[in-house]
């Protein structure tokens, strides 16, 4: 068992152009077991629209607002020493005076990559 601490790197990908670049620079930071969400045609309510069926029924899709611009969900695999590198690459892609992704970093435990490994 590997004594690194791993995080979940989550990004929203707003400007979909910057998709090559974002996964090469997470590439450069050996991220591992990176997958890719096209978030395309999620539709939602916001505001006076809020969802009347409860909780399950607001599910993720609530966070999504109507007619919005196709988006990207990646999640990787990092090792937490490696947050402020990839914080750092991932703030340098940005389009005019937008950034091209909101990121997270959720604490992860019981990564395992090879067998046998918890």
Not at 22 to 48: F, I, Q
Request: charged share 25%.
């Amino acid at each position: 068992m590997s004594n690194k601490k791993n995080v979940m790197a989550v990004i929203n990908l707003h400007e979909t152009d910057f998709l090559e670049h974002t996964l090469k620079a997470l590439a450069e930071e050996y991220v591992r077991d990176c997958v890719v969400y096209n978030a395309e045609g999620v539709a939602s309510r916001h505001g006076k629209e809020l969802p009347t069926f409860g909780f399950a029924h607001a599910s993720l899709t609530s966070l999504f607002k109507d007619a919005r611009n196709p988006n990207y969900v990646i999640l990787a695999v990092a090792e937490q020493s490696k947050i402020k590198a990839i914080s750092k690459r991932l703030q340098k892609l940005h389009k005019d005076n937008r950034w091209a992704a909101s990121f997270w970093f959720i604490p992860i435990t019981g990564y395992f990559y090879h067998k046998g490994e918890i």
